[in-house]
């Protein structure tokens, strides 16, 4: 193994990213049986680019695997929620797809 290969395999792909539920496809299930949610997440923010305010609303391919499936089949299209994963290439090798592995409700309800 070359030095650049062994670099290329270390390295950081981590993705925080907050928003809401704008699409759900029905359940399915991986080739080795493991079930699967195909998800649209819509986010919306104001960031700094050299000093100056941005907006940034965009749509993001999302799927969560295992478990997690389940939950996100739970969560309400509006409610505020954020996301933890990383970013892998799309099945038809076009684009990225963010492969969440931590759902957190942004604002839990609080039991009566």
């Given at each position: 193994m070359t030095s650049a290969t062994a670099a290329a395999q270390v390295g950081t792909n981590r993705l925080?990213?907050?928003g809401?539920?704008?699409e759900?496809?029905?359940l399915r299930y991986t080739p080795v049986g493991l079930p699967a949610l195909d998800l649209v997440i819509e986010h919306q923010?104001?960031?700094q680019e050299?000093?100056?305010p941005r907006k940034v609303t965009m749509d993001c391919k999302s799927?969560?695997?295992g478990t997690l499936a389940a939950q996100a089949q739970q969560l309400a299209m509006d409610e505020p929620v954020d996301?933890?994963?990383f970013l892998a290439p799309a099945r038809n090798g076009r684009g990225l797809v963010f492969h969440i592995t931590l759902i957190q409700r942004a604002n839990p309800a609080v039991p009566d």
């Open positions: 925080s990213l907050s809401v539920v704008k759900r496809s029905a923010s104001v960031v050299e000093g100056v799927v969560c695997i996301f933890q994963g």
